[in-house]
Structures are given as structure tokens and as C-alpha cells.
């Protein structure tokens, strides 16, 4: 290290977004190194409305890894921490900057230690993935920091040891995690099916439902099942290796009835699994369940999908529409069954608002004269403060350098987090 001892704080700082799975990824069969037992397909989010922004920063004078998420620091003692950390460090390679006069030899990244201040753009821990951007972040960043060669199969093989689903944050468009074969998990890891342009009408819309946090955590929940569902066997080696194929096919072709199918029903038995479980796991309540009844009359009505809908470990649905005209009218429907409590339509939807005006909804009065969906049978009931808000989003791009340095989360003269 040819710089005075100390002097130094050397910064990386990315930003990687979310991914929600239309072929659920639901038990183990490693879980220290977390492998799956199916395949699973996802489609990743636009970061600007659902991101982990991170950045990492290393100096001599640190004498230990820390962490801070949104502001708090948080131990990094946990094995997921510790398996991203150790596994990217092995692949550090020498890095040098003439100008700061900074030397970094391989064997040193061993030595020094690194702070990681990370922020997310949406709730943690509210079932909207958080773990997922959140560890693809941590090993994208980590990655370039350390300048690690850029293979992006093998750093989502890092990131799946931080937490399964966040491998498949390494790309955006539409992902695949291959199971792998291997016991090492070395070929457990994520490819791209196609990018974010290949399939551009897709709308997507999440409905983030009111509720406490969730009992049963994915890792904890997925560990049961594996021990106690008779039907997660029959789903691992019969129906999801079928429908992966089937998926891959419905993307390529841009067959959005064939994707919606497939989306829906995969979110049904993942659900299905979970109720399989002893004792049964209920991740999905009333308004979820209102949801799907909404999407599934208007998609018969018309006589092919509309919209597809899927759930993960938690009640917030996130729904597809095969295009905006589409989406504007699904917003209507929801919004007429789902009105704000208060008369503040512009938090009620957050992330992409044009939306609202392809709807027509201006204010909350052109929300109040939204007529009952036709389709349905409940007409005059309504359910005023059971979804939290919505988001409006569209598939994105995978992780990427954040270059402004005013974006950057740590101060790069104290090495901590600013404002801290
Ligand atoms: N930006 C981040 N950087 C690193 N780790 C993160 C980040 N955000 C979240 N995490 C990790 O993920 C954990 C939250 O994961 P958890 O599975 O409980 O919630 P979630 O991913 O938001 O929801 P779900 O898995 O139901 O979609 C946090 O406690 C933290 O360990
Ligand atoms: C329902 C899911 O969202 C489950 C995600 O599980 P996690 O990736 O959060 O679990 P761990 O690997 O234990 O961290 C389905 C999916 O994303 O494929």
C-alpha cells in the first residue's frame, strides 16, 4: 500500500434493483449454501422505483467491517453476511490509482476491512424483496471496489449465498436461477433470459397491502415446507421443470396469454404449497384474495388475460398488464374497490404517476364517480384503507456504477456514513 498509512478511503458505490419471481424459487436443498430444489424465472423491476443503493468504502485505518442500512447500523456477524464478504475478498484483485497514490495487492484485501452503508428506495422487510437488491447490491459493489473480474454468473452464485432470490437481481429484464447440479453450488446461479427491452409493454402494479409484519419469513417458511409438504416434491421434479420451459417460450414469444397463465397459476401453487405445510403457512389475506377474484373474472370476461397477478411470501399482489391501456384500466378497477383514505391521490400511487392520468383519475372526485367493474359481482361494497398504497413500475435494468460522488452514501474524508 503505497499511500501514507491511513490517509485513504477508497469508494465504490451501485445501485441494483428488485426482481419478483412468475416461477417461484420455494425450498432448499442446501441451506447453508442456499441452493433451490427448481429452477426459478423472474422478472427484475425499474430501479428507479424499487433500488438498494449501496455503497462500500475501504481504508487501513478501519479496524473492523461495519454496516448501516437505512441510516442504522446493523450487524454484519451473520453467515449470509459472512459467506458474500469472504467470497468476494477471494476474488479481489490488485488495484492501483497513481494520482491518490493508492496500492492495493491482492493478498492485502484480506487485511483491511470495509464499511458498508446501504439505503433502500422502498420499504425493508415489507415483502417487497429488500434482501433481494439489498445483497445483489452489497456483491455488485463489493465487486467493484475490490475489482473483481466481471463475471456476472458467478457473482449472483455470491449473492445467492446472501439470500436465493437476490441472484437473480444481477440482470434486468427477465432471469433465470438454473438450480445447478453441483454440491459446491457452484453452478447454482442466475442467467439472462432476455433484456428489459425485449418485451417494453409489460406494466407492472403493486398493490402494497396493509399489514402487520409478516409472521413467517421465506427462509423459515421454505424450511418447513421442505420438511413437512408431501405436494413440494410433487411441484420440484414434476410441474416446475414443465413450466420453466413453458416460460421461457411465452417470454421469447412475447405470448402474453401464455404468460399470464403460468405466472398465475405458479403464484396459486407456491400458495398452495405453503397451506401444505405443517402447520400451514397463510401468506395471502382477504384483500389478496379480492384481487385475484378482480383479475380472474375481467381476464374470463375477456376472454383471454388482461393481467397477471403473483404473491410472494407475504399479501401485496403484484400485478402484470399486458400493456398500459391495459394497466390504466386495471388501476380503475382497483381504485374504485381500493379508494385512499385520505383525499391525497398522488402518495396513494407512487413510482410512475402518468398512470393515473392515462386513467383519467385526476383527483380524488373522478375516483369517487369510477363505475363497479361490470364483471363483478360485489358491486357496492367497497374496502377503503386495505391497500397501503400502489406502485407503478415497468421492467428494468440490472445493477449499475452510481459515478456521481455527491451520490455516494459514505463521507469519504471520515469513511462513515453521512450525517452520521
Ligand atoms: N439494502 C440492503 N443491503 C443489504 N442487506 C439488506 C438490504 N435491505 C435488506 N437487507 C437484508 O434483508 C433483510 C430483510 O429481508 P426480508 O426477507 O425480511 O424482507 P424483504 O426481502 O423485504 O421481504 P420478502 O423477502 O418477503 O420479499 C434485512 O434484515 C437485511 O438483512
Ligand atoms: C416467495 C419468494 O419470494 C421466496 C424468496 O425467498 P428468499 O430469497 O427471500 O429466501 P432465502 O433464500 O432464504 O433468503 C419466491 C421467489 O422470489 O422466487
Known amino acids: 500500500m503505497a499511500a501514507p498509512e491511513g490517509q485513504w478511503v477508497l469508494m465504490a458505490t451501485g445501485r441494483s434493483p428488485t426482481n419478483i419471481a412468475v416461477i417461484k424459487y420455494w425450498g432448499k436443498r442446501d441451506e447453508a449454501l442456499i441452493l433451490p430444489v427448481n429452477d426459478s424465472i423472474s422478472v427484475t423491476l425499474d430501479p428507479g422505483h424499487l433500488s438498494a443503493t449501496t455503497t462500500v468504502a475501504v481504508s487501513p485505518s478501519f479496524p473492523s467491517d461495519r454496516m448501516w442500512l437505512n441510516g442504522k447500523e446493523i450487524s454484519l456477524s451473520g453467515g449470509r453476511f459472512q459467506s458474500c464478504l469472504r467470497e468476494i475478498r477471494k476474488r479481489a484483485c490488485e488495484f492501483e490509482d497513481e494520482k491518490k497514490g493508492i496500492k492495493i495487492k491482492k493478498e492485502d484485501w484480506e487485511k483491511l476491512h470495509v464499511h458498508i452503508a446501504s439505503y433502500n428506495n422502498f420499504p425493508t422487510a415489507a415483502g417487497?424483496?429488500?434482501?433481494?437488491?439489498?445483497?445483489?447490491c452489497l456483491?455488485?459493489?463489493?465487486?467493484?471496489?475490490?475489482?473483481?473480474?466481471?463475471?456476472?454468473?458467478?457473482?449472483?452464485?455470491?449473492?445467492?449465498?446472501?439470500?436465493?432470490?437476490?441472484?437473480r437481481s444481477l440482470y434486468g429484464g427477465f432471469v433465470k436461477w438454473c438450480m445447478g447440479k453441483k454440491d459446491d453450488g457452484s453452478d447454482s446461479l442466475a442467467v439472462q433470459l432476455a433484456d428489459e427491452t425485449h418485451w417494453n409493454d409489460l406494466v407492472i402494479i403493486i398493490a402494497v397491502v396493509s399489514s402487520k409484519q409478516k409472521e413467517t419469513s421465506s427462509t423459515s417458511g421454505m424450511r418447513d415446507t421442505v420438511e413437512t409438504s408431501p405436494l413440494l416434491q410433487y411441484r420440484a421434479q414434476t410441474?416446475?421443470?414443465?413450466?420453466?420451459?413453458?416460460?421461457?417460450?411465452?417470454?421469447?414469444?412475447?405470448?402474453f396469454e401464455s404468460f399470464a397463465k403460468l405466472t398465475c397459476a405458479d403464484s396459486n401453487q407456491f400458495h398452495a404449497v405453503c397451506l401444505d405445510t405443517s402447520p400451514p403457512i397463510f401468506y395471502m389475506n382477504d384483500t389478496s384474495h379480492r384481487i385475484i377474484s378482480l383479475v380472474e373474472k375481467w381476464n374470463q370476461s375477456e376472454g383471454t388475460p388482461q393481467v397477471a397477478y403473483t404473491f410472494d411470501a407475504g399479501p401485496n399482489a403484484v400485478l402484470i398488464a399486458r400493456n398500459r391501456k391495459t394497466a390504466a384500466v386495471l388501476l380503475q378497477k382497483l381504485l374504485y374497490y381500493f379508494p385512499p383514505q385520505d383525499k391525497d391521490l398522488s402518495s396513494y400511487l407512487v413510482g410512475d404517476k402518468s398512470i393515473l392520468g392515462d386513467?383519467?383519475?385526476?383527483s380524488i372526485e373522478d375516483v369517487e364517480v369510477?363505475?363497479?367493474?361490470?364483471?363483478?359481482?360485489?358491486?357496492?361494497?367497497?374496502?377503503?384503507?386495505?391497500?397501503?398504497?400502489?406502485?407503478?413500475?415497468r421492467l428494468g435494468t440490472g445493477p449499475k456504477v452510481v459515478v456521481d460522488e455527491n451520490q455516494a452514501l459514505i463521507d469519504s474524508v471520515t469513511g462513515l456514513p453521512k450525517g452520521v
Open 370 to 393: 369510477l363505475s363497479a367493474p361490470p364483471e363483478m359481482k360485489i358491486q357496492d361494497q367497497k374496502f377503503k384503507g386495505d391497500v397501503s398504497y400502489f406502485i407503478c413500475s
Open 128 to 136: 417487497l424483496a429488500s434482501s433481494a437488491a439489498g445483497f445483489a
Open 139 to 167: 456483491v455488485f459493489t463489493l465487486g467493484k471496489l475490490m475489482n473483481v473480474k466481471e463475471d456476472y454468473g458467478e457473482l449472483s452464485s455470491i449473492a445467492r449465498q446472501g439470500s436465493g432470490s437476490a441472484c
Open 359 to 362: 386513467a383519467g383519475l385526476h
Open 239 to 255: 410441474v416446475v421443470p414443465s413450466r420453466v420451459l413453458k416460460m421461457e417460450e411465452a417470454i421469447k414469444n412475447q405470448d
